[in-house]
């Protein structure tokens, strides 16, 4: 049976990710890290306008369309914390909706990322609480279990580790590994720099005569 690891990931490397992150689009991200293989895959964001996180992987292992253990780990989350979800895919019934979205703002957390559906659209589209997600289904969970808390994850194919950097934009998420975060904001940072001139010069450009 899986069961619930309830301690909480520590460490000064779960504890730090780098400011120089935010704002990069996650498909810088990819690029530099990951030979533009890394991210997710078939996750959409259900809010509007500009969106863009940086936070930490608290992760969630649950049965197919059962939310015990992402109540479980709500009681271990911590400020700039993201709850990374892997529900297996399974669009069944939902796993978080407004109420677990609520608990979860107040305290302190960023973002649901959650491999399976989700509820209460409206809420999050109106950008009360970031969400990305397989799909959305109005039946409510099981809450039987069996689950896992902050042990390795896949979600839209992307392996995620507790206590990884989680970058999200409307294009998808990233999951980087603590230790390489200044690293992959400064390729990040210089690929921007790179991508922001190019973009000035095609801009400018004039048509060449016919």
């Known amino acids: 049976m899986v069961t ?5 990931f520590s460490g000064d490397e779960s504890q730090a990710f ?3 992150l935010a704002g990069i689009a996650t498909s ?5 890290y990951g030979e533009r293989l890394l991210g997710t895959v078939g996750l959409s964001s259900y809010n509007t306008g500009s969106v863009h ?9 649950v049965a197919a369309g059962d939310n015990l253990f992402v109540h479980k780990a709500l009681d271990l989350a911590e400020p700039n914390d993201i709850l990374v979800i892997d529900g297996g895919g399974d669009i069944g019934r939902a796993l978080v909706g407004e109420l677990m979205a609520t608990r979860a703002r107040a305290l302190g957390a960023l973002a649901f990322v ?3 559906a989700i509820r209460d659209v409206d809420f999050f589209i109106n950008n009360e609480f970031l969400c990305w997600a397989k ?3 109005m039946r409510g969970p099981y809450k039987n279990g069996p689950g896992q808390i902050n042990v390795p994850v896949v979600v839209g194919g992307m392996l995620v580790n507790p206590g990884d950097i989680i970058c999200g934009d409307r294009d998808g998420l990233v999951a ?3 230790h390489l975060g200044e690293h992959v904001a400064r390729a990040a940072n210089q690929k921007k720099q790179l991508e ?11 048509t060449a005569p016919s």
């Open 28 to 32: 810088i991200i990819s690029d530099v």
């Open 4 to 8: 619930e690891n309830s301690q909480k």
């Open 114 to 116: 959650v491999d399976g």
């Open 135 to 137: 799909g959305v289904c």
């Open 53 to 61: 996180v940086v936070g930490r992987a608290l992760t969630v292992k």
């Open 18 to 20: 780098p400011s120089a």
């Open 176 to 178: 980087i590994p603590p």
């Open 196 to 206: 922001d001139a190019k973009r000035i010069q095609l801009a400018t450009q004039k």
